[in-house]
């Protein structure tokens, strides 16, 4: 009988050894090296990217070269996510992206948003398997990493081609591990995963399968790998502005952070952010991120729309040190 597994053991993925079986998932827009590495300070095993234009990567735009691919020093395992749907490009962008440091590559073939799709890449790549392969063959031999890929159960409702194609990609293209998100594209976040098909493809895969969709707290997640039976969990909205869900999982807390850890977490993230976009660009991206850690320290409507309305981080920590936050 096999021993079951544990959300703190380690793991091999494409013959590398993860420390435990909780990873970050890829956050589009968000993603960036101080995510991951604030996810990997609260213990996560592996932090992925955001997903970024296999197209930008192979013709040097400078904002993802710069930007985008810039994995941190103190980082521990990363993965860099790519789309796009031409093997030739997704080639020479695996190559460059195993040159800037990357441990790994993950090619992202569940995005269901219109502006990818309509390109022939993210989810659509899910009604053409034939070209997913050669895509997913082409990171692999361009790159020399292992390479994971991201993918939803299906386009549409009851369609369960993503457990089709996990298998052709990992016998025909030499994947080393799925991201399964078993909900279909057109539902995007809504909806109830499949876990039931998740244990299914766990079962008949013959690589790692690392589960995505609704793992939104401790208790869920939890609830998910034992059900699935998954080599690992991979947290996405619900780590946003909560880095200690990473820590409830692995055992090393049993309650939520303070109003004084929430306060300082968000002074670290304001410091990456200057730090990776500068002073003025950090304050326009933060406007995304005050919400999250507001909304664990129980701010009013007042405060809340006061760092919407702020330009700079400057004037945003000016708003939240006299601020009583429940005002």
Partial sequence: MAVPKALTDSWELGGLTIPNRVVLAPLAGIGNWFIRLQAQRHGAGLAVSEMVSSFAVHHGNEKTHVELLRIHPEERITS????????????????????????????????PVPKVCKTGAGAALLDDPDVAVRVARAAVEGSGLPVTVKLRSGRRAGDTSGFDLAHRLVGEAGVAAIGFHPRSANVHHRGTPDYDLAARLVETLGAPVILSGGLRDAAVARAAFERTGADAVMLARGSLGNPWL?????????????????????????????????????????????????????????LKAALQATDTVQQAREAISPSPLAA
């Fill in 80 to 111: 860099v996510q790519l789309f796009g749907q031409d093997p030739a490009v997704m080639r020479s962008a695996a190559a460059t992206v195993a040159e800037r440091g990357a441990d790994l590559i993950d090619l992202n073939m569940g995005c």
């Fill in 246 to 302: 990473f820590e409830e999982l692995l055992g090393r807390r049993d309650a939520g952070p303070s109003r004084d850890e929430v306060l300082a977490e968000l002074d670290w993230v304001m410091d990456r952010a200057v730090e990776h976009f500068g002073p003025e660009r950090a304050g326009r991206w933060l406007r995304k991120a005050y919400p999250w850690y507001l909304e664990r320290l129980g701010a009013g409507k007042a």
